[in-house]
């Protein structure tokens, strides 16, 4: 049994497909009390974890299904009630068996079958369920060995055509050896077909629709470089905008069985050309895909559309409360803000919080009391603080509300101050984290890359102004950093015009330069001002465990 492996992280760039090569699959295979996922139990799991044709681990274990097994269900698979006596129950099995999975994709024969067991067994015992992709060796087979080749798709007929070294025999593990064997002689027989991504094989059994075929053409002159993709129709007109590391890649794919999203497969028939513009970076192409969605507004786009609409609590100047917010304003006048908020559901329960923290719960009531209460200014400064600075009054406040709850048996009340604060917390930091980027005139930081520059290893610049993209460029090792830094330092001047409090208008922009910035290796190169992320460390989702731990601690809880 293997140990999960780190998640991928998240790309800048759409996916363009693993190649099978490197793509990780976990073969599984299921025994079961019956056939209805809802009504019958799991009673063996065995996987086999494959990569490039190499087994990396194996995974088996019995399952107590807690109930009897039936007299036929035993002949044919051999396990009995004894067999099971002892086993881990499903809700233990389960993370054990996805810890195994990681971030792999997983295959079974006939997968409807293995796959709504395992889905319907994680809903019933509460343990999440990742969401792999999902690969149906039975569906493959249909597709790939045709009657006149074998008489059925049963996984006994097709092991003993492609000369499987297991015959499976009715035991998960067996099965799922056997599958393994099917599995390679189906890549086989579909990579000679031009099958070579992990996405190509989950799509082989799939048609492309007439309009994608009609429409093929329009992939015919993107060039293989990395940057962003525009569909077009008729009058010029933007329906849709993407990124990609091979623009002819990725555009290629929407004219495939691959591509099966609604809104992409709505919005093919209107597409008449498709316009590229190359980026030097992924972090380049993602920036100008936010902003020509931001600015063209197209119709098959989710993602970015209306940034300046994004929601904000703001804590107003003099005597004005906690309101709603679509524009953060200047700071100086005493004012503050955190967001964006994810839900505009979350507005009334955080201002709630936030000033029952520091006026009590005499003022829980809704109404004009509250927000009158907040005329002192006294009471502005602690909210002020612990929008900004620092949130240990509102942490305490909420163990102490927690612990009530608790003591009194109310758990789903409990629960709710939890999340609410957990709300509270990420809203501060992501102001937090954009109040300071945005009070940098100027930013030049440096990673190291071994993709795109002369000799496979160098620098990836990236310049920042005022928390907007600036420019980037990509040095060889040998070449002089500090040279390209200074060069850069010379354009994007225009953006510090467009500056604003918070990344204002721009956040999700904002966000992307940050992760960036963020990561480990990167190192600051030139910078105009003071760069540094205050009340970060107070406002991480970590410091509300700590906080509680030690307010439940002092009450003698």
């Given amino acids: 049994m293997s140990t999960r492996r780190p998640p991928r992280q998240q790309l800048s760039f759409d996916d363009l497909g693993t190649p099978l090569a490197e793509a990780t699959l976990v073969v599984v295979d299921l025994e079961t009390t019956g056939t209805n996922p809802t009504e019958d139990a799991i009673t063996e799991i065995g996987a086999v974890k494959v990569r490039g044709g190499e087994v990396l681990g194996e995974f088996r274990t019995f399952v107590d299904p807690q109930r009897p097994i ?74 790939v060995y045709r009657r006149d080749e074998v008489r059925d798709h049963r996984l006994s007929t097709l092991a003993a055509h492609v000369g499987a070294a297991v015959q499976p025999d009715h035991r998960a593990l067996s099965d799922a050896r056997a599958t393994v064997d099917v599995l390679h002689a189906i890549i086989a027989r579909l990579g000679a077909q031009g099958a070579t991504t992990l996405e ?17 053409h329009l992939a015919a002159a993107v060039p293989p470089v990395p940057g962003v993709y525009e569909f077009l129709d008729a009058h010029g007109q933007v329906l849709y905008v993407g990124t990609s590391r091979n623009l002819r890649s990725r555009v290629r794919t929407y004219f495939t069985a691959a591509e099966t999203r609604r809104r992409v497969l709505d919005m093919l028939p209107r597409a008449e050309s498709i316009r590229t513009i190359e980026c030097t970076t992924p972090t380049e192409a993602a920036v100008r895909e936010l902003r020509i969605i931001g600015a063209t507004k197209p119709p098959s786009n989710r993602r970015g559309l209306t940034p300046e609409k994004a929601l904000w609590l703001r804590l107003g100047s003099g005597r004005e409360g906690l309101r709603a917010a679509r524009l953060a304003r200047d700071e100086a006048d005493g004012s503050a803000q955190i967001g964006p908020l994810a839900s505009r559901h979350d507005l009334e329960p955080l201002k709630g919080l936030l000033t029952d923290a520091v006026l009590g719960r005499a003022a829980s009531f809704e109404g004009s009391s509250r927000d009158a209460g907040l005329s002192d200014q006294g009471h502005r400064a602690r909210i002020r603080r612990a929008m900004l600075e620092d949130p240990g009054e509102v942490l305490d406040h909420a163990a102490i509300r927690m612990r009530t709850h608790v003591n009194a048996g109310r758990y789903e009340d409990a629960e709710r101050i939890r999340q609410l604060t957990l709300t509270y917390l990420r809203a501060a930091r992501r102001a937090s984290r954009l109040r300071a980027l945005a ?12 993709e795109g520059v002369i000799g496979g290893r160098g620098w990836e610049l990236l310049a920042v102004r005022h928390g907007r993209f600036s420019g980037t460029t990509l040095v060889p090792l040998r070449a002089d950093p500090l040279a390209a830094a200074r060069s850069l330092a010379l354009t994007g001047l225009g953006e510090a015009e467009l500056a604003a409090p918070l990344c204002q208008g721009h956040h999700q922009e904002a966000e992307i330069l940050l992760a960036w910035l963020e990561q480990e290796a990167v190192r600051t190169v030139l910078v105009e001002g003071t760069w540094g992320v205050p009340a970060r460390a107070r406002f991480d989702p970590e410091h509300l465990t700590e906080r509680f731990a030690r307010t439940a601690g002092a009450s003698g809880a």
């Fill in 200 to 216: 190509d094989l989950a799509s082989a059994h799939r048609r492309a629709t007439p309009v994608q075929l009609r429409k093929k």
């Fill in 439 to 450: 009070a940098v005139p100027l930013l030049i930081a440096a990673r190291p890359v071994t």
């Fill in 70 to 143: 039936p007299a036929y269900i035993a002949s044919l698979t051999g396990i009995t009630d004894a067999t099971v006596a002892g086993a881990p129950h499903i809700g233990t099995v389960l993370p054990m068996f996805l810890d195994f999975v990681g971030d792999a994709a997983l295959v079974a024969h006939n997968a409807r079958f293995d796959i709504g067991f395992l889905t319907a067994h994680a809903s019933r015992h509460h343990v999440p369920w990742p969401g792999p992709p999902v690969l149906d060796t039975l569906a493959l087979a249909r597709t």
